[in-house]
């Protein structure tokens, strides 16, 4: 998607370096950052630089890349592999992307190594690409349904950025919102602030205007009276890890927001690659939720008077601060979940009708 009417990704590789644009600076400076070491991917995804579940696995595999580019051992190769799967524990996307590039490793010669890692890394980005467009394509069929009955600007509400800057390209619930707006129909996004790191409002909202579609920022606690009033038509947000019964873990805030759909009959979807279903998991309880430090609630940054980029305390600076990252949605508040395969009900029966 376009930046400055710029096209980019969120990650390639070039002259031995995996290039980034540092997600941290957004959306005052724009910053491409090299990543030369496996520490530096580490690094780059516990920091979020880069983040979104499917552009930390990505980042992931170019992580064992630099591994073999700096140490072709079966050891160091193990120990990043671990590293780089703890280096956030919420999306699925991590081990995922790991185990899957390990998988290619088995059997091959040091001397193949970095090929096929390579190989196989630029294989995941282009796959991560297609499998968002189609789940664009299969969005964008909700979206005009809604539209055509409605006649006017389909109203629609996101949580945090499952937007282009968290996968490759597209996005994934955004990718249903910019093929709407290439074909033509008038969309609005409401854009939930997301704290505390505000993602919404730093990310989604900065690459909704790079592409010129209508955006309004809310605070998190804005949604439920605007579903009430009637101006929201549905809600699509993204997921770190959707389990094998359809319940899906997204950003602290995704649940509330799911209840007050559900309580205003507004439809609630859920985009997703198949990269990011966790088969395994059956129970809701045993999903990892990520804790971070207290620090991202208790200090904001922004641009000051002069322009400057400011880093500021706003709390009370004895009182203590939680910051939970991630909570869970259960499958029975999720009209759909929509997939590079289409789109199906939230649970055991529809994913595997869908994954065969
Ligand atoms: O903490 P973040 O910014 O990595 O959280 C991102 C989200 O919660 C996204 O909704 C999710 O990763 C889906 S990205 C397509």
New binding site residues.
């Given amino acids: 998607m376009k930046i400055e009417g710029k096209e980019y990704r969120t990650i390639w590789f070039v002259n031995n370096v995996v290039k980034i644009i540092d997600?941290t600076k957004l959306p005052h400076q724009f910053i491409i950052k090299d990543l030369k070491t496996v520490k530096d991917a580490i690094n780059a995804i516990k920091t979020?630089e880069v983040?979104?579940?499917?552009?930390?696995g990505a980042t992931a595999a170019y992580g064992l890349v630099l591994a073999i580019m700096e140490n072709n051992d079966q050891t160091f190769l193990k120990k990043s592999s671990e590293d780089l799967i703890n280096s956030?524990p919420?999306?699925i996307?991590l081990k995922w992307a790991v185990d899957r590039m390990m998988k290619k490793f088995s059997g091959i010669n040091s001397d193949q190594i970095l090929n096929i890692a390579l190989n196989e890394a630029k294989e995941i980005c282009e796959e991560d690409v297609k499998f968002?467009e189609n789940i664009g394509l299969n969005g964008l069929k909700i979206i005009e349904e809604i539209y055509n009955k409605k006649k006017d600007t389909v109203n629609i509400l996101t949580?945090?950025?499952?937007?282009w800057l968290?996968?490759i390209n597209w996005?994934?619930?955004t990718s249903p919102i910019y093929h709407a707006h290439k074909k033509g129909i008038k969309v609005h996004v409401w854009v939930d602030e997301?704290r505390p790191?505000n993602?919404g409002a730093n990310?989604t909202s900065y690459e909704l205007n790079e592409e010129k579609i209508p955006n309004t920022i809310i605070a998190d606690n804005t949604g439920g009276i605007l579903m009430q009033r009637g101006e929201v038509d549905m809600c699509i947000?993204?997921?770190?890890r959707t389990i094998a019964t359809g319940d899906v873990?997204?950003?602290i805030g995704?649940y509330l927001k799911a209840l007050a759909a559900h309580d205003n009959n507004v439809p609630f979807y859920v985009?997703?690659?198949s990269s990011?279903i966790d088969w395994e998991t059956t129970d809701l309880k045993n999903i990892p939720i990520?804790e971070?430090n207290f620090e991202e609630l208790s200090y904001v940054e922004g641009l000051d008077e002069n322009n400057n980029v400011k880093k500021v305390l706003i709390y009370p600076k004895k009182s203590k601060a939680m910051n939970i990252?991630?909570d869970v949605t259960p499958a029975k508040y999720v009209t759909g979940l929509i997939t590079e395969k289409g789109v199906c009900e939230a649970s055991e029966k529809g994913l595997k009708e869908l994954f065969k």
Avoid: S, W, Y
């Fill in positions: 997600q979020m983040r979104g579940a499917p552009l930390i956030r919420t999306a996307n968002c949580h945090c950025n499952a937007g968290a996968t996005g994934t619930a997301t790191r993602q990310l947000v993204g997921t770190d873990a997204n950003k995704t985009a997703l690659p990011t990520e971070r990252a991630f």
